[in-house]
């Protein structure tokens, strides 16, 4: 398969569809019976914007697309399309393509007609199609493809297939769920760059969700955080690594995730597994914490908090060390071979500044 | 482990060939006896080799008891009755599959509930129907009785190849615009296609064979083929020579038909047993 990128003559004659597509979604609520599974929820997209929608299973992400498709009905709230209020809109009359994560590519007819069929579906003239269809199939290189039927293509070209049918259409936005979770594991970080590069070439906004943090990290311009049917944080990639807004945010983002440990604050310093650390900034607070260090911010030193060695993977380029701090296995990521071996005892520490701390309970919200 | 093998299939094809004689034979017999004259029909022991002759079939198509009109009757009944419950049936196993309405578990079970009645029990009451708006013995009655137990047959048999298509066919239809009728038209209905054929064929052969309803409510203008072979069987004799021209004429067009279909009947029995065939 060829990997060059979006070809640059069909994508420049696609390039008319970056018109608009700004998404505002106001005090949704979807619920199922006595489950609530969106509790009023608030989302603005700017046009062209790549947006994740991440969280993991059962959190509201898919839901929350289905809803902007107009395949699910809500039971409260407005979402605008452009300042228009499209909430009684059918799916059809949205002017949004979506991917599914089943590809969801009619069976019967071969590619050609699928890529088709959205553009024949408002009697668009046939040799317009046709120069439509071609120039989308160019676009994901399926070109050659175009007499199959899509039980005859591999799972990557059906995957392209379901893109170049939601590109044909020039909508003004694109819906993708899990895109990439039927690919094997090469393909989905091969087409999760060009997916990106596509996007960008084509100036349409995409809303994407997945429930793989790296995916959404890499691929999008700001991510939505959803956990239980709520947003919990709304932010660009390197914000929400950098400052996640809770607790959970934190144990759920980055790989490994953030370690999180309970401490004690007490005055100025903290105290975690017996030992007291120093910190530079004031509270305002004394009592149950919960303080978050990420994996690479940890170092193995003469003193720091003591731990026993649990295991030690070798990932090539990194290692990752599970340390075993009274009771509590905590994750360590490190680019150099470390000396320690599983069994050792050995002391961790961190910087001051790489220390996050959370409430212990209810949202488990940042505190610093 | 090669000799198992041959053994294997060797005890397999013998109990298809058992199978397969026990159930061709009267068929077989009958062809034997259509060819013969009424004379040999009856000689004994039964003769296996005679003088074949197509008189039967002249008398039973072209005599004073042609059967012509009576398969035309059955093609009509047969047919109709298999349009009008195609055109119900279709929408009706559409929308238990995929929509959601109030007493729809309630209406399913009735459909179901509808096929656990003897249909003996049902012919009295039916014919005291058809005659207080006087309905008996008209093509119109014993179609709309043929619908009535065809239709819950083919919803239910439907209702499973509908729920068989990922929802997520018709939402990506609707959101290419098709709107709801014509995301059934274009994306559903042809991927239901064998489940189409298979309930075409069983509605179609049901209304072909069936005999009690029509000899009860049907009769003189409206006589189907099955029940005017009767009248080879009289009082006094039975000519078993046209009776078994008449059956091979009459079992023509469900061979036909089964042998033309037979790779959707077989495809059709098997859904579900190989998920999506390739759509993934």
């Given at each position: 398969?060829?990997?060059?990128?979006?070809?640059?003559?069909?994508?420049?004659?696609?390039?008319?569809?970056?018109?608009?597509?700004?998404?505002?979604?106001?005090?949704?609520?979807?619920?199922?019976?006595?489950?609530?599974?969106?509790?009023?929820?608030?989302?603005?997209?700017?046009?062209?914007?790549?947006?994740?929608?991440?969280?993991?299973?059962?959190?509201?992400?898919?839901?929350?697309?289905?809803?902007?498709?107009?395949?699910?009905?809500?039971?409260?709230?407005?979402?605008?399309?452009?300042?228009?209020?499209?909430?009684?809109?059918?799916?059809?009359?949205?002017?949004?393509?979506?991917?599914?994560?089943?590809?969801?590519?009619?069976?019967?007819?071969?590619?050609?007609?699928?890529?088709?069929?959205?553009?024949?579906?408002?009697?668009?003239?046939?040799?317009?199609?046709?120069?439509?269809?071609?120039?989308?199939?160019?676009?994901?290189?399926?070109?050659?493809?175009?007499?199959?039927?899509?039980?005859?293509?591999?799972?990557?070209?059906?995957?392209?297939?379901?893109?170049?049918?939601?590109?044909?259409?020039?909508?003004?936005?694109?819906?993708?769920?899990?895109?990439?979770?039927?690919?094997?594991?090469?393909?989905?970080?091969?087409?999760?760059?060009?997916?990106?590069?596509?996007?960008?070439?084509?100036?349409?906004?995409?809303?994407?969700?997945?429930?793989?943090?790296?995916?959404?990290?890499?691929?999008?311009?700001?991510?939505?955080?959803?956990?239980?049917?709520?947003?919990?944080?709304?932010?660009?990639?390197?914000?929400?690594?950098?400052?996640?807004?809770?607790?959970?945010?934190?144990?759920?983002?980055?790989?490994?995730?953030?370690?999180?440990?309970?401490?004690?604050?007490?005055?100025?310093?903290?105290?975690?597994?017996?030992?007291?650390?120093?910190?530079?900034?004031?509270?305002?607070?004394?009592?149950?914490?919960?303080?978050?260090?990420?994996?690479?911010?940890?170092?193995?030193?003469?003193?720091?908090?003591?731990?026993?060695?649990?295991?030690?993977?070798?990932?090539?380029?990194?290692?990752?060390?599970?340390?075993?701090?009274?009771?509590?296995?905590?994750?360590?990521?490190?680019?150099?071979?470390?000396?320690?071996?599983?069994?050792?005892?050995?002391?961790?520490?961190?910087?001051?500044?790489?220390?996050?701390?959370?409430?212990?309970?209810?949202?488990?919200?940042?505190?610093? | 482990?090669?000799?198992?093998?041959?053994?294997?299939?060797?005890?397999?094809?013998?109990?298809?060939?058992?199978?397969?004689?026990?159930?061709?034979?009267?068929?077989?017999?009958?062809?034997?006896?259509?060819?013969?004259?009424?004379?040999?029909?009856?000689?004994?022991?039964?003769?296996?080799?005679?003088?074949?002759?197509?008189?039967?079939?002249?008398?039973?198509?072209?005599?004073?008891?042609?059967?012509?009109?009576?398969?035309?009757?059955?093609?009509?009944?047969?047919?109709?009755?298999?349009?009008?419950?195609?055109?119900?049936?279709?929408?009706?196993?559409?929308?238990?599959?995929?929509?959601?309405?109030?007493?729809?578990?309630?209406?399913?079970?009735?459909?179901?509930?509808?096929?656990?009645?003897?249909?003996?029990?049902?012919?009295?009451?039916?014919y005291l129907v058809l005659q207080k708006i006087g309905a008996l013995d008209t093509y119109a009655g014993l179609i709309v009785i043929y619908l009535t137990f065809s239709l819950p047959f083919a919803i239910w048999l439907m209702v499973s190849y509908f729920e068989d298509i990922p929802r997520e066919m018709e939402e990506a239809a609707l959101l290419d615009r098709?709107?709801?009728?014509?995301?059934?038209?274009?994306?559903?209905?042809?991927?239901?296609?064998?489940?189409?054929?298979?309930?075409?064929?069983?509605?179609?052969?049901?209304?072909?064979?069936?005999?009690?309803?029509?000899?009860?409510?049907?009769?003189?203008?409206?006589?189907?083929?099955?029940?005017?072979?009767?009248?080879?069987?009289?009082?006094?004799?039975?000519?078993?020579?046209?009776?078994?021209?008449?059956?091979?004429?009459?079992?023509?067009?469900?061979?036909?038909?089964?042998?033309?279909?037979?790779?959707?009947?077989?495809?059709?029995?098997?859904?579900?047993?190989?998920?999506?065939?390739?759509?993934?």
């Amino acid at each position: 398969m060829s990997f060059a990128g979006p070809s640059q003559d069909a994508v420049n004659r696609g390039r008319s569809m970056a018109s608009g597509g700004r998404v505002s979604m106001r005090g949704i609520v979807k619920r199922h019976g006595a489950f609530t599974a969106l509790h009023g929820l608030d989302l603005d997209i700017e046009p062209g914007e790549f947006f994740a929608l991440l969280g993991p299973s059962g959190s509201g992400k898919t839901t929350t697309l289905r809803i902007l498709a107009g395949l699910e009905p809500l039971s409260a709230g407005r979402v605008l399309l452009d300042g228009e209020d499209v909430t009684d809109r059918e799916p059809g009359e949205r002017d949004v393509a979506m991917v599914f994560q089943s590809y969801a590519l009619y069976p019967h007819m071969s590619v050609f007609d699928n890529i088709a069929f959205p553009l024949r579906m408002i009697a668009t003239p046939k040799d317009e199609v046709e120069r439509a269809v071609r120039d989308a199939a160019a676009i994901v290189h399926i070109d050659h493809l175009l007499a199959r039927r899509p039980g005859q293509l591999s799972g990557g070209q059906q995957q392209r297939c379901a893109l170049a049918r939601a590109i044909v259409r020039k909508p003004r936005l694109f819906l993708l769920d899990e895109p990439l979770s039927n690919l094997d594991a090469k393909l989905r970080l091969e087409t999760r760059v060009e997916l990106r590069k596509l996007q960008r070439a084509l100036g349409v906004t995409a809303v994407y969700v997945t429930h793989d943090q790296e995916e959404a990290m890499t691929i999008a311009d700001r991510v939505a955080v959803f956990m239980e049917g709520r947003i919990v944080q709304i932010g660009r990639p390197q914000e929400i690594f950098a400052r996640p807004a809770s607790a959970i945010v934190a144990g759920f983002i980055g790989s490994p995730p953030m370690n999180l440990m309970p401490a004690e604050v007490h005055d100025d310093k903290l105290t975690v597994a017996g030992i007291d650390v120093p910190i530079d900034r004031p509270l305002g607070r004394a009592g149950p914490v919960t303080l978050g260090v990420r994996p690479a911010a940890l170092r193995i030193a003469a003193n720091g908090l003591p731990a026993r060695v649990y295991l030690v993977e070798n990932l090539g380029d990194t290692t990752i060390v599970d340390l075993d701090i009274g009771g509590l296995v905590i994750k360590l990521r490190t680019e150099q071979p470390p000396s320690v071996r599983e069994g050792d005892s050995v002391h961790v520490t961190f910087a001051r500044d790489a220390m996050h701390i959370f409430e212990r309970d209810g949202g488990a919200r940042r505190i610093s | 482990m090669r000799k198992a093998w041959r053994l294997r299939t060797l005890v397999l094809v013998a109990i298809a060939a058992l199978l397969l004689a026990i159930w061709a034979f009267p068929v077989l017999w009958a062809l034997l006896t259509s060819f013969k004259t009424e004379r040999d029909v009856l000689a004994y022991p039964p003769t296996v080799i005679f003088e074949p002759s197509l008189r039967n079939y002249r008398d039973v198509l072209f005599g004073s008891a042609s059967l012509l009109p009576n398969l035309l009757s059955s093609v009509i009944i047969a047919g109709a009755s298999t349009l009008l419950t195609l055109l119900f049936a279709i929408p009706a196993a559409y929308a238990l599959a995929r929509l959601e309405f109030p007493g729809k578990r309630a209406s399913g079970f009735y459909v179901l509930a509808t096929q656990m009645l003897p249909p003996v029990g049902l012919i009295i009451p039916y014919y005291l129907v058809l005659q207080k708006i006087g309905a008996l013995d008209t093509y119109a009655g014993l179609i709309v009785i043929y619908l009535t137990f065809s239709l819950p047959f083919a919803i239910w048999l439907m209702v499973s190849y509908f729920e068989d298509i990922p929802r997520e066919m018709e939402e990506a239809a609707l959101l290419d615009r098709a709107g709801r009728l014509r995301a059934l038209w274009y994306v559903i209905l042809p991927q239901a296609r064998g489940g189409i054929a298979v309930t075409t064929i069983f509605v179609f052969l049901n209304a072909w064979n069936e005999f009690l309803f029509a000899v009860v409510l049907g009769g003189n203008r409206v006589r189907p083929v099955t029940v005017a072979m009767f009248n080879f069987i009289s009082v006094e004799q039975t000519q078993w020579a046209k009776l078994a021209a008449g059956a091979m004429l009459a079992m023509a067009p469900v061979i036909l038909l089964g042998l033309f279909a037979q790779r959707h009947i077989v495809k059709g029995l098997t859904v579900g047993a190989v998920k999506g065939g390739g759509r993934r």
